[in-house]
């Protein structure tokens, strides 16, 4: 049962290690206008993936307004990023692999941008991968909990098995021994019955003999009762 979950939570963890955090920069059509930002795959649930970004969002950088599967931020405040105040606008897609992440940073008079400002966009690369890295996590916590709960299952199950083991061997040791007494006890009838055939068969041999004896007893009397007779 151990070797089970080490082996699943080694796989849970292999699968962790494998993950590339891609981060590419790429334009999309919002509301009619091209915008530039940035775009991370992960290859996990859109739907857990877009809840998890909002959240994210509404931490690190302020409250999320939500609208057709668009979200923004007005006013973010993220000082890894920018020193000044962003205009966040972000959407969470899904591709074969699992789900792309794509966001645009706008600094008031410019869009983070890889070339014209490599700074920020690194930032805000770093900070894409650090939600990213949180997701992951977050999703290997969530497996360890299940196999967890799969363990305890199975523990509980290996304890209700065990139990009813032990429940039959104490009925087959009941039933062994009460096999032995029955055995015993039909030994003392087998013997209290020879002793008995024997009782019986004394019992018809001392009925002859007392018999016999009455019937001598009976002439003796008879005898008495001649000589009796005799005298006059």
Known sequence: MRGIILAVLLLIAGVCQAQTLHVIEKEREINGVIRRGQQLSVELDPKTVEKSWKEYLGKKAGKVKTSKGLLTVEGAVIDTISSTPLRVTS????NAQGSNIWWSLDMGVAYVDKDATPKEYAAAESFMRGFARRLYRDDVLRQINEAEEVLRARKSEQDRVVK???????QIDKNRQRKQDLEAELARNTEELKQLELNVEHNVKQQEISRQ????????????????KAIK
């Open 213 to 228: 004896q009455v019937q001598d007893m009976e002439k003796s009397v008879e005898l008495v009762r001649e000589k009796l």
């Open 91 to 94: 959407m969470v897609g899904s």
């Open 164 to 170: 009813e083991a032990n429940s039959i061997q104490n």
